[in-house]
């Protein structure tokens, strides 16, 4: 397996991947496949166009995308202490390779070099319990629920609301 900052040329497996996810666990993401399914190739390149405080690292496995996720840093400067993971996601058949806690760990050793950053926050549906498990072990805490975060085919889903200081 190789974790690598994905960039403007994975666009095209970035966006299979990506769209694998919101069809299969539509649940756990704020967007849809049918919104994302409509990115024109340009846009989801510049999706992709990394930076210091934007980034996302995909988990590469016998030359498949297999896992990715998305690290967003604020920049408001009175909240630039601050930054975000969304959207991981890992291919179901990739699951229990340790794929996610691959990605998850050299994101985390990557941002630690970022001048600043204080803390690490993230949400997950709250009945995701592997996420969740990956997410504690990584030494996130829960510190609050969103009731109803999320709305998806008539469905409510909570979200963990949790954060890792560094």
Known sequence: ????????????????????????NPEAFGSTYEREAAFSRS??????????????MGAWVDG??????????ETSPKMAHKGNI????????MRG???????LEELLQHVKGLDGLEQINLTVV?????????????GFKVFGVEKHGLKF????Y?????VLRL
Request: charged letters at 30%.
């Open 1 to 24: 397996m190789t974790i690598s900052i994905l960039n403007e040329h994975d666009a095209e497996a970035y966006q299979e991947l990506r769209l694998q996810a919101l069809q299969t």
């Open 43 to 56: 846009f989801v390149e510049e999706r992709l166009r990394p930076s210091d405080d934007k980034f996302t």
């Open 64 to 73: 498949e995308l297999g896992g990715i996720v998305t690290f967003v840093r």
């Open 86 to 93: 969304f959207g991981m996601f890992v291919s179901p058949d």
């Open 97 to 103: 390779r340790s794929v996610g806690r691959s990605l």
């Open 126 to 138: 709250s009945d995701n319990e592997p996420a969740k498990r990956l997410y504690t072990s990584a």
């Open 153 to 156: 085919g008539g469905s409510y």
């Open 158 to 162: 909570d979200e963990d609301w949790m």
